[in-house]
């Protein structure tokens, strides 16, 4: 048999039972996706700003820099709303390396998802009763959405996940804000697409039972950058960029037109020190044309407290594990920058 049954986990349930949700918890959580939601429908003209580790591989590093940004949220509070990265869930192009803290709470030690799956939701809540910050996730695995249905304000279906049918189901059936990457390929059209089926309602099997879906409106595209057959990147945040997606959400009838731009990965050619001159164009984009003000209601930046990455047996506190990431003091300059640009 191929498949080797090691052990049950825990369900989502028997989760939020022995990690509930605080009374403090559940009312920072309306506030922050009444405000996000907003910023999606497009009632409010504050700026999202998704920012953080490539992947939250350790709490009191990454719980770290959640704090610092909090103290930065309350000073752009009238202008931008920080979401941070809290990625437990890491996507490896081979398959090969370190999957998040769901599969590996400690990154140095074999595979264990039943404590996997409890230090990622007292990651989450502890970040949301330290810093009152409710964070972005991406969904790499649609059956994990009930361990962490009631935390999140964000969610990030990634560029190899897009395309299948299981994560566009799924997200039909949420009422959060879900970011639809474009795919490797950069096809805007399969990007769009894939609004379209998540703004759907549906019937599907989920989780061992049939279920329907009433769509969310709230599914919108992310602009990541594409690889070309040569490998080389291509990037898709130039304004000519921002200006075709905005035309051709003109040719479709989807609810709430909103785009995020995803400074680093293929956008950057992953050179994370690129991100901030990123950021600065996108806004200078949408400074010279309303529409694309209109459509772009937001950035997201890979960042942590130490600049670049490491190994996974480097052992510098708050540097990241996986991609590259810009360093706490330039990125705490760049909210700044951006907090003006918006004003």
């Not at 000073?75 to 996507?91: F, G, M, S």
């Amino acid at each position: 048999m191929s498949f080797t049954f090691v052990k049950e986990v825990m369900s989502p349930e028997e989760l939020k039972n022995v990690l509930p949700m605080s009374a403090k918890g559940i009312l920072i959580k309306k506030e922050r996706d009444a405000m996000i939601r907003d910023v999606i429908t497009g009632a409010s003209d504050k700026f999202l700003v998704i920012i953080g580790p490539c992947s939250a591989d350790h709490e009191d590093a990454v719980l770290d820099y959640i704090n610092r940004l909090a103290k930065v949220q309350e000073k752009v509070k009238d202008r931008l709303i920080l979401i941070p990265r809290i990625y437990t869930n890491k996507p490896r192009t081979t398959g090969e390396g370190y999957k998040g803290i769901v599969h590996q709470p400690d990154p140095e030690k074999k595979p264990d998802l039943q404590e996997g799956l409890l230090a990622m939701r007292k990651m989450h809540l502890r970040s949301i009763n330290e810093t009152e910050l409710t964070a972005a996730d991406e969904m790499l695995y649609p059956e994990n959405w009930p361990y962490v249905d009631d935390i999140l304000s964000y969610v990030a279906v990634g560029a190899r996940s897009v395309e299948d049918q299981q994560h566009r189901l799924t997200v039909s059936g949420m009422d959060t804000p879900a970011g639809m990457k474009n795919p490797t390929s950069g096809d805007f059209s399969v990007m769009l697409n894939s609004c379209v089926a998540a703004q759907s309602s549906h019937t599907f099997l989920y989780r061992q039972s049939e279920v329907e879906t009433t769509g969310n409106p709230l599914a919108h595209t992310i602009l990541r950058g594409a690889v070309n057959k040569h490998g080389q990147s291509i990037p898709n945040y130039h304004y000519e960029d921002l200006i075709r997606l905005h035309d051709m959400y003109a040719e479709r009838t989807l609810k709430n037109p909103a785009c995020i731009v995803d400074a680093n990965h293929a956008n950057s050619s992953k050179l994370y020190a690129e991100q901030p001159r990123i950021v600065k164009e996108v806004l200078h984009s949408r400074k010279v044309n309303p529409d694309v003000a209109k459509l772009v209601k937001g950035v997201m930046i890979e960042s942590y407290i130490e600049p670049g990455n490491q190994k996974v047996s480097g052992h510098v506190y708050g540097k990241s594990i996986t991609d590259a990431c810009l360093g706490w003091p330039e990125s705490e300059k760049l909210i700044y920058t951006i907090a003006e640009h918006v004003g």
